[in-house]
């Protein structure tokens, strides 16, 4: 491979060494040769993204058995660089809590410079399907976590991060009702939500709004 490593890469690679971690190949991925780091980090220094679901401990259990049975971990985490000096996997968090309890230090990562795939988490999350409540409640604080540092962007910009426009606001009924039958609305909620030509902050607003009328229908049945 002759293609000079790009400086954003060389300072990633700083960053995971500064944290512990070790480097052990830049690369251009195989799609769009966008360039990544394949690396041991620190299990102490990886967090999930704070927007995540929680954690199901079935699953866990069962990747912890899993690994210890194959004696290998065969399966990397994505990672990118946290605000704190550290990571944030978007689709590992229960691949890393697996290798921590089996007393592990390190997990393999690949690790990307941009911390904006944190919020591609629906699509990379592929180590346990989501259910509904856990899309719409990961969607929910995803907006919040966007609304804070991106306040001026519009929703529809962010149509492939929430996946489909209605999960905003069942992610704020599930808030307030965790036993709300959601997949009753799904079908209809499909056919006539769209993602808003507005602000977040406004957004957000008539997202509040829908799920208060969602609730006093769903008062009525």
């Known amino acids: 491979m002759s293609e000079p490593i790009p400086p954003e890469i060389r300072r990633l690679k700083e960053l995971i060494e500064a944290a512990g971690g070790q480097a052990l190949a830049a690369y251009p991925e195989p799609y769009k040769n966008q360039w990544q780091i394949f690396a041991l980090l620190p299990l102490s220094k990886v967090q999930p993204?704070?927007?995540?679901?929680?954690?199901?401990?079935?699953?866990?259990?069962?990747?912890?058995?899993?690994?210890?049975?194959?004696?290998?971990?065969?399966?990397?985490?994505?990672?990118?660089?946290?605000?704190?000096g550290g990571f944030w996997t978007p689709n590992g968090n229960h691949r890393r809590e697996a290798l921590k309890r089996l007393g592990r230090e390190y997990i393999a990562a690949v690790v990307v410079p941009d911390p904006q795939v944190a919020?591609?988490?629906?699509?990379?999350?592929?180590?346990?399907?989501?259910?509904?409540?856990?899309?719409?409640?990961?969607?929910?604080?995803?907006y919040?976590?966007?609304?804070?540092?991106?306040?001026?962007?519009?929703?529809?910009?962010?149509?492939?991060?929430?996946?489909?426009?209605?999960?905003?606001?069942?992610?704020?009924?599930?808030?307030?009702?965790?036993?709300?039958?959601?997949?009753?609305?799904?079908?209809?909620?499909?056919?006539?939500?769209?993602?808003?030509?507005l602000e977040l902050p406004l957004a957000l607003e008539e997202r509040e709004r829908r799920a208060g009328l969602l609730l006093e229908v769903d008062a009525l049945v």
């Open 49 to 84: 993204t704070p927007f995540q679901r929680d954690l199901s401990e079935a699953h866990v259990e069962r990747l912890r058995e899993v690994i210890a049975k194959l004696g290998r971990f065969l399966d990397p985490i994505v990672a990118v660089p946290a605000p704190d």
């Open 144 to 197: 919040r976590a966007l609304l804070a540092s991106e306040p001026t962007r519009k929703e529809k910009e962010f149509a492939f991060q929430f996946e489909e426009a209605h999960l905003a606001t069942l992610g704020l009924i599930y808030e307030k009702s965790e036993r709300f039958s959601g997949s009753a609305y799904v079908p209809i909620l499909r056919k006539v939500d769209r993602f808003l030509d």
């Open 119 to 142: 919020f591609e988490i629906l699509a990379l999350n592929t180590e346990k399907a989501h259910n509904l409540k856990e899309k719409a409640l990961e969607v929910i604080r995803m």
